[in-house]
């Protein structure tokens, strides 16, 4: 991270990659028996980890995407989780994909929202989980990383718009 001064390296590339492989492998297995799984990624933060996880899964699933939103330019949550676009999940094997689950507000936002539909089923994975900040109960079915309460960036995860670009976790400075 030579030319970001003030960004320090948390998690490593290849760190991720060989998580992935782990955790691709767990939901592969766990999945192996029941209809294609509906992965459903959660934008925007979560386009980078999707995007490395469906192509590690050894099992048939349909991508779907919504986009949540309650940081914007802030490094706290404001409270609202705003949900855009429009999925049909009714009788699905769901596996809801976050980058990061920091409060827990927009999971579980995310989660009551799919349920209305009546769902099979809907289980979540996480690359990151923060459970040092947690404020709404949730225990991820699938895990990449557990973090300290920091602020973090990189591999899909923004600061302020910032650094979704880089292939690692950063802490960012505050
Ligand atoms: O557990 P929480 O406290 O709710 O935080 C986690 C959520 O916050 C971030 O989304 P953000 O609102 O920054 O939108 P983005 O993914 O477009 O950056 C992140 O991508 C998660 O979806
Ligand atoms: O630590 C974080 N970094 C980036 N986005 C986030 N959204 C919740 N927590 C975080
Ligand atoms: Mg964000």
Redesign the pocket.
């Known amino acids: 991270m030579k030319d970001s001064p003030g960004l320090t390296p948390l998690i490593t590339t290849t760190q991720i990659r060989k998580r992935i492989a782990v955790l691709a492998g767990q939901i592969s297995h766990d999945f192996d028996s029941r209809e294609p799984l509906m992965i459903v990624s ?5 386009f980078m980890f999707t995007a490395d996880l469906v192509r590690a899964l050894s099992i048939p699933c349909t991508i779907d995407f919504l ?6 330019t802030r490094r706290s ?1 404001s409270g609202t ?1 705003a949900i855009t676009g429009s999925i049909t999940v009714k009788g699905r094997h769901v596996l809801l994909v ?10 579980n936002r995310i989660v009551d929202h799919l349920r209305l539909q009546q769902p099979s089923s809907i289980r979540i994975c996480t690359l990151l989980d923060k459970p040092a ?1 947690r404020r709404f109960p949730c225990t991820p079915d699938y895990t990449g990383f557990r973090i300290d309460n920091i602020f973090v960036a990189g591999y899909g ?2 600061d302020r718009e910032r650094y979704r670009e880089l292939p690692c976790i950063v802490a960012v400075e505050r």
């Open positions: 959660i934008l925007k933060g979560s986009q949540a939103s309650s940081y914007g949550s989780v976050e980058d990061i689950i920091d409060t827990g507000l927009t999971i900040a995860l923004d």
